[in-house]
């Protein structure tokens, strides 16, 4: 069955720098949620979009920025990169009225230099 | 604010001995699903509770949802090395309707052979 897929896997970026992250969730999948997750921390909520809208907003950094594009895939824009940012970031989808679950992709690593 | 806490943060158990983890939150929940994440990976779904006091069963995994709908447990039995990796419990909050799950802090199970 297909997955969440993330894009780049690893990312590494000098501070000061911006980086765009990808994610397509998964087929018919109409609800996205990005979540940044901290060594031995437990997966914090961004952001997330349904049906191209920003549904609810968690604790992103004004930094940052996200849209769900007609294909429904989304993008996460980090700017002015700090050292803190560095962090798996996962994507999250599933499909509004089917079920809660959120299925999650294979993240992305970032780190900044 | 909603406030899901799990314990314990670690346990350690020898192989063929049981593991629970417990979660607890501050609000009636919805709904509450389980995640395993094994080290470097992605949380990976395992099961999702809806109705108070159900108890569901994957092998040698149990799955409780309190009676009112607060708190929920996870329970292994017979450790495999398998099983090494973080639990995570995440809610959704019963007034919610954004689908925003709220993530415990995940316990990290090490089992040793």
């Known amino acids: 069955a297909a997955g969440v897929i993330q894009s780049p896997r690893h990312l590494i970026k000098e501070k000061r720098e911006t980086a765009t992250l990808k994610c397509y969730p998964i087929?018919?999948?109409?609800?996205v949620y990005w979540y940044q997750q901290g060594p031995g921390q437990d997966p914090q909520f961004l952001i997330s979009f349904y049906e191209k809208m920003q549904s609810d907003k968690g604790s992103i950094p004004d930094r940052f920025s996200a849209q769900q594009f007609s294909d429904y895939h989304s993008e996460l824009n980090m700017s002015s990169l700090e050292l803190g940012d560095s962090a798996l970031y996962f994507c999250?989808?599933?499909?509004?009225?089917?079920?809660?679950?959120?299925?999650f992709g294979p993240g992305t690593r970032l780190t900044v230099l | 604010g909603q406030q899901v806490m799990q314990i314990p943060q670690y346990q350690h158990v020898q192989e063929g001995e049981d593991f629970t983890t417990y979660c607890n939150s501050s609000t009636t929940l919805s709904n509450i699903q389980w995640y395993k994440q094994r080290p470097g990976g992605h949380p990976v779904f395992l099961i999702q509770?809806?109705?108070?006091?159900e108890v569901k069963k994957q092998k040698r995994l149990t799955f409780q949802f309190g009676e009112a709908k607060k708190n929920s447990s996870l329970h292994i039995t017979a450790t495999q090395t398998t099983d090494v990796g973080t639990y995570f419990c995440a809610g959704k909050d019963r007034g919610s309707t954004l689908g925003r799950l709220y993530f415990g802090r995940g316990t990290q199970l090490t089992v040793w052979p």
């Open positions: 509770l809806v109705k108070s006091g």
């Open positions: 087929p018919r999948h109409d609800t």
């Open positions: 999250a989808s599933r499909r509004e009225g089917l079920s809660d679950t959120q299925y």
